[in-house]
């Protein structure tokens, strides 16, 4: 493990200082590519986000493929920001030994834990400027450090205008004298001055922001993984790499832990940039790896989920939800207008709208279960509607589905049933009172 542990007693130089001793020139000729000037000239000059984790950075090997991609598409000519994590297990072990510390406050875990990328940033910019290239390293001492937080010291969030005002004004004419920024992603800096630290995705919220600032063409995310694959190499075999994803997608897949990205970081997705997610191993930027394309979720979303009242049709029967002749029964019968479904060991509830054939399907739905061996009975109730919340990072909310149920619970209002699928959560309620539930619900959600 490496730790910086100390900076310079004088406030380091803003961006807009005169630059002394620098030279701009591309890769050495280890990467074997020689631009031409006049080529260099008519070539469109993207720019793009690089964040390495720190799976990518754990030795001086990983260290110096990472800094010859970006030499490499330094040399192409396009411009590139680079946004760091600590190298290997650095915040962790940081981490480990604070916890253990007597009485070390937040504000001082913070400072501690944010030397990983600091020291972070300052390697992989020695590591740009011994292969020839402009550089400049932003430490959170700096007068020009870029983004801004709030206090929620160790897991702070950033002020989106602040931090965009402040990368646009620093961080940008950086990139416009053809040098390359490196900067820490995991830390932030009040307004008051003090260091704090984003929780886990941080480098990816840095990375995402930027992008928005300065309206990057990409963010390539340099990871240990081949990319995103289809399922958990851990759990499956034959997992196969994605080539493109959706973010509605990458919520669901996101939800089960999986830790390409984090989901706190997907909310700073600007839908106009895309995201590629690439094998570090590769040593090139361009690697094939999963694109990801659209735009975040919401904060918060609370909105009747269906157009008109649903009705939840309860079946039950011994071991009914294991029993797989009915089960296709059951779904040939209301596959045109199934809403939701639960299920327990004796029982399952499916939550149809509440179409002209309804009454038809209850009908043939009782028939099915009362001339199956193991099925006993069927119970149906009328006339309720779906709120549904969404939002990214909704179930890390502790406390949430109280906070819902004290709201509604506030305007006498009586709660049918519950569900949550990825990052929302579906509450049943009366249909004659589902505009006066969903303003208590968004209201509590609101002012918390």
């Given at each position: 493990?490496?730790?910086?542990?100390?900076i310079?007693?004088?406030?380091?130089p803003?961006?807009r200082?005169?630059r002394?001793?620098q030279?701009l020139?591309f890769?050495?000729?280890?990467i074997?590519y020689?631009?031409?000037?006049k080529?260099?000239a008519?070539?469109?000059?993207?720019?793009?986000i690089a964040k390495?984790g720190g799976s990518?950075?754990?030795?001086g090997?990983?260290i110096?493929?990472?800094?010859?991609?970006v030499?490499?598409?330094?040399s192409?000519?396009?411009?590139?920001?680079?946004?760091v994590?600590?190298v290997?297990?650095?915040t962790?072990?940081?981490l480990e030994l604070t916890?253990?510390g007597?009485?070390?406050?937040?504000t001082?875990?913070d400072?501690?834990?944010?030397?990983?990328e600091?020291?972070?940033?300052?390697?992989?910019a020695?590591s740009?400027?011994?292969r020839?290239i402009?550089?400049?390293?932003f430490?959170?001492s700096d007068?020009?450090?870029?983004?801004?937080?709030?206090?929620d010291?160790?897991?702070?969030?950033p002020?989106?205008?602040?931090?965009?005002?402040?990368?646009r004004?620093?961080?940008?004419?950086?990139v416009?004298?053809?040098?390359i920024?490196v900067?820490g992603?995991f830390i932030?800096?009040t307004?008051d001055?003090?260091?704090?630290?984003?929780?886990?995705g941080?480098?990816?919220?840095?990375?995402l922001?930027i992008?928005?600032a300065?309206?990057?063409d990409e963010?390539?995310?340099?990871t240990s993984a081949q990319g995103i694959?289809?399922?958990?190499p851990?759990l499956?075999k034959?997992?196969q790499v994605?080539?493109?994803?959706?973010m509605?997608?990458l919520i669901g897949?996101?939800?089960?832990g999986t830790k390409?990205?984090?989901?706190k970081?997907?909310?700073?997705k600007d839908p106009?940039?895309n995201?590629r997610?690439i094998?570090?191993?590769a040593?090139?930027?361009?690697?094939?790896?999963?694109?990801i394309?659209g735009?975040?979720l919401?904060e918060?979303?609370?909105k009747?989920h269906?157009p008109d009242?649903?009705?939840s049709?309860?079946l039950v029967?011994?071991?009914?939800?294991?029993?797989?002749e009915l089960i296709?029964?059951?779904?040939?019968?209301?596959?045109?207008?199934?809403?939701?479904i639960?299920?327990?060991s004796?029982?399952a509830?499916l939550?149809?709208?509440q179409?002209?054939s309804?009454?038809?399907?209850i009908?043939?739905?009782?028939?099915?279960?009362?001339?199956d061996?193991?099925?006993?009975?069927?119970?149906a109730?009328m006339g309720m509607?779906?709120?549904?919340?969404k939002g990214?990072g909704?179930?890390?909310?502790?406390?949430l589905?109280?906070?819902?149920?004290?709201?509604?619970?506030?305007?006498?209002?009586?709660?049918f049933?519950?569900?949550?699928?990825?990052?929302s959560i579906?509450?049943?309620?009366?249909?004659k009172?589902?505009k006066?539930?969903?303003?208590l619900?968004r209201?509590?959600?609101?002012?918390?």
């Amino acid at each position: 493990m490496v730790i910086f542990t100390g900076i310079d007693p004088l406030p380091r130089p803003s961006s807009r200082s005169k630059r002394q001793n620098q030279t701009l020139s591309f890769t050495t000729t280890k990467i074997g590519y020689n631009p031409n000037a006049k080529a260099r000239a008519h070539q469109r000059r993207r720019l793009i986000i690089a964040k390495f984790g720190g799976s990518s950075l754990s030795n001086g090997k990983k260290i110096g493929l990472a800094a010859e991609s970006v030499a490499r598409e330094y040399s192409r000519g396009n411009r590139i920001v680079v946004v760091v994590s600590a190298v290997g297990r650095t915040t962790d072990e940081l981490l480990e030994l604070t916890n253990h510390g007597a009485g070390i406050v937040e504000t001082d875990r913070d400072d501690i834990l944010a030397m990983g990328e600091r020291t972070s940033a300052r390697i992989f910019a020695a590591s740009l400027k011994a292969r020839g290239i402009q550089t400049r390293h932003f430490d959170p001492s700096d007068r020009d450090w870029p983004i801004i937080t709030d206090h929620d010291f160790s897991n702070a969030n950033p002020s989106r205008e602040a931090s965009i005002h402040r990368i646009r004004k620093y961080v940008k004419p950086i990139v416009e004298d053809g040098l390359i920024p490196v900067i820490g992603g995991f830390i932030g800096r009040t307004r008051d001055g003090r260091i704090t630290t984003l929780g886990r995705g941080g480098s990816d919220t840095t990375a995402l922001l930027i992008a928005t600032a300065l309206g990057a063409d990409e963010v390539v995310l340099a990871t240990s993984a081949q990319g995103i694959l289809t399922g958990d190499p851990d759990l499956i075999k034959n997992a196969q790499v994605l080539k493109t994803i959706d973010m509605k997608a990458l919520i669901g897949i996101a939800d089960t832990g999986t830790k390409f990205i984090h989901r706190k970081a997907l909310r700073y997705k600007d839908p106009a940039i895309n995201i590629r997610v690439i094998p570090s191993a590769a040593g090139r930027l361009d690697a094939q790896g999963t694109q990801i394309t659209g735009g975040p979720l919401p904060e918060l979303e609370v909105k009747i989920h269906n157009p008109d009242p649903v009705a939840s049709i309860t079946l039950v029967g011994r071991d009914l939800p294991q029993n797989p002749e009915l089960i296709r029964k059951v779904t040939e019968i209301i596959r045109t207008n199934l809403v939701a479904i639960s299920q327990d060991s004796d029982s399952a509830i499916l939550y149809l709208s509440q179409t002209p054939s309804l009454r038809r399907q209850i009908s043939r739905l009782h028939d099915v279960v009362a001339n199956d061996p193991h099925g006993l009975a069927l119970a149906a109730r009328m006339g309720m509607a779906l709120i549904k919340i969404k939002g990214v990072g909704l179930e890390e909310t502790p406390g949430l589905v109280a906070k819902i149920s004290d709201a509604l619970h506030s305007g006498n209002i009586n709660i049918f049933g519950i569900l949550t699928i990825t990052s929302s959560i579906l509450v049943l309620v009366d249909w004659k009172i589902r505009k006066q539930a969903g303003k208590l619900i968004r209201n509590s959600l609101e002012n918390n």
